[in-house]
């Protein structure tokens, strides 16, 4: 597992000291036009504010080219390690995987030349997995299933039926790409964040983590007042956990459960966690499992439970996001 920490003053000292600063990057805007053929990357954000970051983060950014008839996506395009990516996020009152199905079909139907689709988005994490998930850490989909799919048998309850899918090679073998140089100590994902906060790329708000506070609640101790923030809830009931340092984010490979349902039940949580050994629960990748290539980067932002809030939405949002470019620096272009 891969420890990266990031957005923090003490870390950013730290390396100040480690390793000169990154030159500053001038980011343009090309000039000449290219065409839909040479995009060979799309990139879906279940949220306007998880593709602000992953736009803020491109290298360069490209003039906006005209659509197919009947393709309702708005698009961002530009560059990332060598790759032409088009970018497009859900509409902002239509989240879930009909959505996702949508917007990823007809970004493949634009984009004949797309090698595969990186679905960026936030999820709940499921605690108690063997991986220590904390809020804000990041979980990539090293394999996939729909939770939902059963049938009922012979009275031994519901048989899951749904078919992990797993990424095409392609994708796997960046992501060990991506471990391989994290466990050299090659790993940037700290220097985008701050690179992000330093450069004013996005609003202060995405950088919230140092004050937000990251409470799991006891399965049996229900979040009372909706109405209420967490404030109000009892401190006592809350699961001990081992502190970490507070720069502190981890990177966590296994299994995402999708479904069309918001989790927000603690024993239903964990009930995933143990049938698919999950390692979080999302509502958009069921729309594009076994339909289109494509790899899952989702950022924790709430426990799955009735404590769920979005505080953590647009941290979260934004370490995903920029697992997403670490990634994209890690695979080999191809040439359009
Ligand atoms: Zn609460």
Redesign the pocket.
């Known amino acids: 597992m891969a420890q990266w920490s990031g957005g923090g003053a003490l870390a950013r000292n730290k390396r100040a000291l480690d390793a000169p600063p990154a030159p500053e990057k001038k980011r343009r805007t090309r000039v000449e036009t290219l065409t839909r053929d040479n995009y060979n990357i799309g990139w879906v954000s279940a949220l306007p504010i998880q593709l602000a970051a992953s736009v803020a983060l491109l290298d360069d950014r490209h003039e906006p080219l005209p659509k197919l008839d009947g393709d309702s996506n708005a698009y961002f395009y530009g560059t990332i390690g060598g790759h032409n990516v088009v970018m497009a996020h859900l509409p902002n009152d239509l989240p879930g995987s009909g959505s996702a199905a949508n917007v990823a079909a007809n970004m493949c139907r634009s984009f004949k030349n797309l090698r595969f689709l990186l679905l960026v988005e936030i999820g709940g994490g499921i605690p108690r997995t063997g991986h220590d998930i904390r809020l804000g850490d990041v979980v990539v989909g090293r394999m996939m299933i729909q939770h939902e799919l059963g049938k009922e048998d012979s009275g031994d309850g519901p048989e899951d039926t749904g078919v992990p899918y797993m990424p095409p090679r392609d994708i796997k073998t960046t992501l060990s790409a991506v471990k391989v140089r994290a466990e050299m100590g090659q790993n940037p994902l700290p220097r985008l964040l701050d690179e992000l906060e330093e450069r004013g790329l996005v609003s202060n708000e995405y950088f919230d983590r140092k004050r937000l506070e990251d ?1 799991l ?1 006891k399965e049996d101790y ?3 007042d909706e109405t ?3 404030d ?2 009892d401190i006592a009931q809350r699961v001990q956990r081992i502190p970490r340092q507070s720069v502190n984010l981890q990177i966590h490979y296994g299994m995402i459960a999708s479904g069309s349902q918001v989790i927000k039940n603690p024993k239903v949580r964990d009930d995933i966690g143990r049938r698919h050994q999950a390692l979080c629960v999302e509502t958009e990748a069921t729309g594009l499992i076994h339909n289109f290539p494509f790899l899952a980067i989702c950022g924790i932002c709430t426990y799955a439970d ?2 769920k ?1 979005e505080r953590w939405q647009k941290y979260a949002a934004m370490t995903a996001a920029s697992y997403g470019i670490e990634f994209l620096r890690n695979c080999q272009p191809v040439k359009n």
């Open positions: 409470h609640f229900d979040h009372p209420q923030e967490c109000k809830c009735s404590h809030n």
